[in-house]
């Protein structure tokens, strides 16, 4: 329940900062999508429509996140914000091994 909490408090407050009464739609992706007691608790805590787009898209943007993540690791860039994790820090997450 602390993580659908905190994904409404963070991401869609933000998004719907300017007027959080007016019911909008939000589209859920990433993995966390397929977690059906998440969702649910999710849904619970916002007064906005979810739209569940099908396994495909899902998936797809689960890697296509992942990849950007490992390319600003390769790049030595910021790849974990702080404002996102809740870390005191941005940091630069990840390992790479040589073969």
Do not use: M, W
């Not at 602390?2 to 909008?24: C, F, G, M, P, W």
């Not at 916002?46 to 296509?64: C, M, N, Q, S, Y």
């Amino acid at each position: 329940e602390h993580i659908a909490i905190q994904i409404i408090k963070s991401q869609l407050s933000v998004a719907y900062a300017t007027d959080n009464r007016e019911q909008k739609s939000v589209l859920l992706t990433g993995g966390g999508t397929h977690n059906k007691f998440l969702v649910e608790l999710i849904k619970k805590q916002t007064h906005h429509r979810i739209i569940i787009p099908g396994k495909t898209i899902i998936d797809f943007k689960e890697a296509i996140i992942f990849a950007f993540l490992g390319v600003l690791r390769l790049r030595n860039e910021i790849n974990c914000l702080s404002s996102a994790t809740g870390a005191k820090y941005d940091n630069i997450g990840g390992v790479i091994y040589k073969v």
